[in-house]
């Protein structure tokens, strides 16, 4: 009975993992010189909710294994991130932030230690497809409207937005301004990003010989509407990720090798995003020069707050402090890359932690012969793409468990009995 009702909490978290809807708690704290700061609300959002009835009902459940080296490199993750709690000057989105992050911790070790991904993958990729394919829906309607559909948040979290509203994303396409599509998410990017994710799972069932009608429709109407949301980004860890699969697919070892090669070569070459902003035109599109601005600020943050650094949560609450002059309170974002972003943060040890525990995962799954933790693998792999260019994973709360739930998954291979 414990086993059910903890399946279906699960299922139906994996089915509202792209909601947006939550109640918002605005404090001092939120605010950065009478300039509200979205990222330092805290927010009880509705899959949060479900987290905590999830680790209620695993708590009672007897059939749970907590074995193997997995929960020591989650423990250390989360104890590193204490001194930065401490020091944080914005003590109540910092502390709201840890809170977060360790219900996520705690939805990776509820999976690591009783859900059988072998057996139940393609379960939660068929969940997934569903709300893909509602989520594509949606974004058609956006897309012809050029804005919210509802108009209402309490539709699922749907951001009310149209072409008019201040700060909302825009592009050019043929000459005519557009909006790009949103769907429940708080910007394209993060739309684009869970397609990323979803579209790749999709598309490795498919390739594997599963050739559900489910699956087809939730991948065509996916990619389409990846399109319109257009981020390059996203984009370009999809098509990676496509790479990949089949580069493991058909050479193994070596196309694990190119894949890592690749991956982590255009990891570092983000980090040197200050140093190619001196150079081109390409650098006076405001997005770009913007993002080099705040990762430049970021090198300079950590310079003065390496161990520990500012804070969990409290980037956009001083990056002001290192901005060149020129830059307005408004175009303050966190920086766009989460491994700066974390490390400027939580300084130096936390960063490591969480490098530890990333490297402990991706290299257990290599000991793993093709097919679920291939693709789990390369999913890590889209992730640092991802991450190398945007902050979201760190930022937004549909893709922190995401992230979450793919590190669940990967860890159930890091178990000393795990079945292959």
Known sequence: MIKRVQNFLFYTLVFLLPINLGKHFIVADSYVKTYLIDYMVPTIWLTDLLLVALLFVWFFNKEKNIRGKYPKFLLLFVSSLLPSLALSTRLIPSMYAFAVLVLHVLFALILASSFDVQKNFRRVVGILSVSVILLSVLGVFQWFGQG??????????????????????????????????????????????????????????????????????????????LLFTFSEVAMFSLFSGLLFFQLIKRFGKKGVLLS??????????????????????????????????????????????????????????????????????????????????????????????????????????????????????????????????????????????????TVGFALTYTKEDVEV
Not at 156 to 165: D, I, K, L, M, T
Not at 288 to 311: E, T
Not at 376 to 398: A, C, E, M, P, R
């Open 148 to 225: 919210s559909v509802f108009d209402n948040y309490l539709f699922f979290g749907e951001q009310p937005y149209s072409a008019s509203v201040k700060g909302i994303a825009r592009v050019s396409m043929f000459g005519k301004v557009k909006v790009p599509v949103y769907g429940l998410f708080r910007h394209p990017n993060v739309f684009a990003g869970f397609l990323a994710i979803s579209l790749f799972w999709i598309y490795t069932q498919l390739s594997l010989g599963y050739k559900s009608l489910l699956f087809k429709i939730a991948f065509t109407l996916g990619f389409f509407i």
């Open 260 to 405: 890592l090669l690749f991956t982590f070569g255009v990891f570092f070459i983000a980090l040197l995003l200050p140093v190619f902003s001196r150079w081109g035109s390409a650098f006076d599109d405001p997005s770009l020069y913007r993002r080099a601005n705040l990762q430049k600020s970021s090198y300079m943050m950590l310079d003065d707050n390496a161990l520990f650094g500012v804070g969990l949560n409290n980037f956009t609450a001083k990056v002001e402090d290192y901005l060149p002059k020129s830059q307005v309170l408004r175009f303050i974002q966190p920086t766009h890359n989460i491994f700066v972003l974390l490390f400027s943060e939580v300084g130096l040890f936390g960063f490591v932690s969480f490098l530890l525990l990333f490297m402990f995962v991706l290299f257990s799954l290599l000991s793993q012969s093709f097919g679920i933790p291939a693709i789990l693998f390369i999913t890590l792999l889209q992730f640092v793409l991802l991450g190398s260019f945007d902050h979201y994973l760190l930022t937004i709360h549909q893709m922190q468990l995401l992230f979450w739930l």
